[in-house]
């Protein structure tokens, strides 16, 4: 599964922890539900933190297909 960094099991149930930079791409994929201004404080602080890579951000860009919307801001803080 992308972006699947690990599993836990939480209350017998399995859950998945995604990485950085997927997290990312779903904030910019749901930005009109949790606001933009939540999308673009993803992407500094994952960039500011060295947490993903340009590459990783721009491959789950294009798999959650974002990367149209996503390119002008990782263009503008790069």
């Known amino acids: 599964m992308p972006g699947v960094s690990s599993e836990i099991v939480v ?4 859950d998945r922890v995604y990485g950085a930079a997927k997290t990312v791409a779903d904030c910019f994929k749901y930005r009109n539900k949790i606001g933009l201004d939540v999308a673009l404080e993803a992407l500094r602080d994952c960039r500011r933190q060295r947490r993903c890579t340009n590459d990783e951000l721009w491959h789950y860009a294009k ?12 263009e503008a803080t790069a």
């Open 11 to 14: 209350y017998a149930s399995p």
């Open 63 to 74: 798999i959650c297909r974002v990367a149209n919307v996503m390119r002008p801001y990782m």
